[in-house]
């Protein structure tokens, strides 16, 4: 009879033995409750939860990945826009993370959306659009501030996608056609004013030289006589017309 209770008794202890191993993975943090009350932190490795009286709550201690969801928001200069980000953070304080807030992952989400509008309230749409990187610093640090007492540290914060009401498109590509047309004007009026001078430059030395016009227009008739396509056109020069109408009046 004492023989069956003993084998009785160890058969549930080896039950309950086995029941109450766990095994908490490299990268994980392993949080102790007995009786409701927390007892400790458990390393990754084998360990031992006395069934019934305690329980224990695993938490992921690798950095974790939050897709912001796209926001409606109203930039400083009443420009409305829908803006997401992505989030990336890991748990600091394990203890912490599971006492001070409920569903941290949840809660980091939530704060990460209403920060990222109320810091794109506060910038021009200027500014959203040329300070990306800054913005996103800023979002990034006030998240880490109002996470910290929950165990959460912020990594990054990156603004991913800023999208503009169509008529706002509209008006800054006509915006950049008329930058990109102001730039051709101003590329076409340094063109011809460099040109202008070279002509005047030549103009000069061809009038010092005696001789050089004619040469200079002998060349053009030449290159122009090359395309048998062309029509050559001979110019008197009106000197020899009045020469020969002086001739004709002796006569």
């Known amino acids: 009879m004492a023989m069956a209770l003993i ?16 095994v908490i993975k490299q990268f994980e943090t392993g949080i102790l409750f007995t009786l409701g009350k927390f007892s400790k932190t458990l390393n990754p490795g084998l360990n031992f939860v006395l069934p019934i009286f305690q329980t224990m709550t695993k938490i992921d201690m690798r950095v974790t990945v939050v897709d912001v969801p796209e926001q409606d928001c109203i930039s400083k200069d009443n420009v409305s826009i829908n803006v997401n980000a992505v989030l990336y953070y890991k748990v600091a304080h394990a203890k912490a993370a599971i006492l001070e807030v409920e569903e941290f992952h949840h809660a980091t989400s939530q704060i990460a959306q209403t920060t990222m509008r109320d810091i794109v309230g506060e910038v021009t749409l200027d500014e959203l659009l040329s300070n990306r990187d800054e913005i996103s610093k800023r979002i990034q640090i006030l998240v880490d501030q109002a996470t910290d007492p929950w165990g959460i540290k912020i990594t990054s914060v990156d603004l ?45 030395v061809l009038a ?42 002796k006569k």
Do not use: C
């Open 160 to 204: 991913k996608h800023v999208e503009l009401p169509g008529e706002m498109k509209r008006v800054m590509a006509k915006a950049a056609e008329a930058e990109r047309e102001r730039r051709a004007v101003i590329i076409k009026a340094d063109g011809e004013a460099v040109a202008s001078t070279n002509l005047a430059k030549a103009a000069l």
């Open 7 to 22: 084998l009785f008794l160890g058969f549930w202890a080896v039950i309950i033995i086995l029941s109450g191993l766990r």
């Open 208 to 249: 010092k030289t005696p001789g050089a016009l004619h040469l200079r227009t002998l060349q053009s008739l030449n290159d122009i006589s090359s395309d048998q396509s062309n029509t050559l056109v001979f110019a008197i020069p009106l000197e020899i017309l009045r020469a020969f109408e002086s001739i004709s009046r």
